[in-house]
């Protein structure tokens, strides 16, 4: 069962690695649609990156939780948490590397988007594997968690707060 949960979890970060980055031009090459923005990055924000990162886990999540959720009692609370790691180390490197450089850099920020979902990832493997995070409340905390997260990068994109991490350094700009 290791083994098993150990493919998931790698096809898992190939899969959000992949579509992760190509959720970065889907909005463009979409023309700037709406049901694009839901999904994908409308502008070079940390939290539209940080939207990369949770789009494909989210999706991910669907799947793994009906193929695996029998086996792993604690599969919501631990994908919680787990993505909530991965979101919390896309700012952190972001702005600690921009801080110490001065300055962004395009390979850096794919680094940083990599490194995330490993975080993320390599979490959730260890939770999982220990039965951490099993009680009923916790799965129903984590299913909430997930949602809510849904909710606040779909809401973010049309009406982000104007602070630093919805500003697009480019250009100056929030949200659409």
């Not at 709406?34 to 990055?41: K, M, R, T």
């Not at 886990?57 to 631990?78: E, H, M, T």
């Not at 850096?108 to 995070?133: C, E, K, P, S």
Request: charged share 10%; proline share 4%.
């Amino acid at each position: 069962m290791r083994k098993r949960l150990f493919f998931w979890e790698l096809a898992g970060f190939l899969l959000t690695s992949a579509v992760g980055s190509l959720l970065h031009f889907v909005y463009e090459w979409r023309g700037g649609s709406l049901a694009a923005a839901v999904i994908s990055a409308v502008n070079e924000s940390t939290w539209e990156h940080m939207k990369l990162l949770f789009v494909p886990i989210f999706l991910f999540s669907v799947v793994q939780a009906c193929v695996l959720g029998k086996d792993y009692p604690n599969f919501l609370a631990v994908r919680a948490v787990s993505i909530l790691v991965g979101l919390l180390l896309i700012p952190v490197l972001y702005y600690t590397y921009t801080g110490v450089w001065g300055q962004m850099r395009d390979w850096a920020n794919i680094a940083v988007f990599f490194l995330a979902a490993l975080g993320a990832f390599l979490l959730d493997f260890y939770l999982l594997r220990r039965n951490r995070l099993s009680a009923p409340w916790q799965q129903v905390l984590g299913l909430i968690v997930l949602w809510a997260l849904a909710f606040c990068f779909v809401w973010c994109t049309f009406r982000p707060p104007h602070i630093a991490l919805w500003r697009d350094p480019l250009t100056g700009t929030y949200g659409i």
